[in-house]
């Protein structure tokens, strides 16, 4: 059966990157046998992913802190259902650390057992559909769309990498009680990274030192990751997956609030309905605004 739609890999009711997807992995992603102290970064594309990806490679490694050695965040937290030549999951190193876009229902059995620990990481979604539209129109192995109307309609329906937002984040925290789990938001990274950092170290039971502390703020915050090589997957983008034009960047704005710039009222009124409909008493609170309290 052909499950391929463009440059969708619809796999269990779930949309993955055609391009990029390891399917032997995802046919058997239930019974990927689980440490105890593995940790699963998992988001919704375009949610702070690579920003994320950054701290717990800093958080976890002292020679990325100090700048002794010279690995790409993407090789020290790998991508989970995406195929990544370097490493050999079964046979690589504790503690392992991971980033995947799975949805609830497709994470490993193993994974309920609550030892190893995932760090759920949200974004309002209006910046998430925003950052998606230039993303997909940079990256030669997304679908491009001529405007944000014809991607709404494509990012409000799901059909998109990871499928639709609602149901991502919605999934993950109806079943948080299955799993050991902490759920934190962009806009608090954005607002308080250090506070971030401290938080996300204690959930991991990472102690650092003050100067640890202080290096991975430093390191995490958006100018340097822009031109660090180490962090902004720019020799993978370049190099493997190739762009449409040589003016876009992984880390573009990394504000909260960019949709204020690109969508009419009509389309944010539709947005909202939407949101209001698919939302209704979810818990999470989300940040629109970079001047929201
Ligand atoms: P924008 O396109 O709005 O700028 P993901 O890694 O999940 O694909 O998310 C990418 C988004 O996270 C981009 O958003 C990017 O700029 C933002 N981002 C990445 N690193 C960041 C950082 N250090 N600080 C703030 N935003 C960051």
Redesign the pocket.
């Known amino acids: 059966m052909d499950n391929t739609v463009g440059n969708l890999f619809n796999f269990k009711g779930y949309n993955f990157d055609h391009s990029f997807i390891n399917i032997d992995l995802v046919e058997n992603i239930e019974d990927f046998k689980i440490r105890n102290d593995d940790v699963f970064l998992i988001?919704y594309?375009?949610?702070?992913?690579?920003?994320t990806q950054q701290i717990l490679s800093l958080i976890y490694f002292e020679g990325h802190r100090n700048r002794t050695e010279n690995i790409t965040t993407l090789n020290r937290v790998p991508f989970f259902e995406y195929v990544n030549k370097t490493s050999n999951f079964f046979e690589a190193p504790s503690p392992r650390l991971f980033t995947s876009h799975i949805p609830y229902y497709l994470a490993p059995k193993g994974l309920k057992k609550k030892k190893a620990k995932i760090l759920y990481i949200y974004r309002n979604p209006k910046?998430v559909m925003?950052?998606y539209f230039?993303?997909s129109n940079w990256l030669v192995t997304l679908e491009k769309t001529e405007n944000i109307e014809h991607f709404m309609e494509k990012f409000l329906d799901g059909k998109v990498v990871g499928s639709r937002w609602f149901d991502h984040i919605r999934g993950w925290y109806e079943h948080k009680d299955d799993f050991n789990i902490l759920f934190m938001c962009f806009e608090d990274l954005?607002k308080d990274l250090r506070n971030s950092v401290l938080k996300i170290s204690s959930f991991l039971e990472k102690e650092l030192s003050e100067e640890d502390v202080n290096a991975v703020v430093r390191q995490?915050?958006?100018q340097n990751?822009k031109s660090d090589p180490q962090a902004n997957y720019g020799d993978i983008i370049k190099n493997i997956v190739g762009t449409r034009n040589s003016e876009g960047r992984?880390?573009?704005?990394?504000t909260i609030g960019?949709w204020k710039h690109h969508l009419t009222v009509e389309q944010n009124e539709r947005f909202d309905k939407i949101f209001q409909k698919n939302m209704k008493d979810f818990p999470l609170k989300f940040i629109w605004d970079i001047n929201e309290k």
Request: glycine share 8%; proline share 4%.
């Open positions: 988001t594309p375009k949610s702070g992913t690579i920003w910046d925003i950052s230039h993303f954005k995490a915050a958006f990751m992984f880390l573009r704005k990394g960019d």
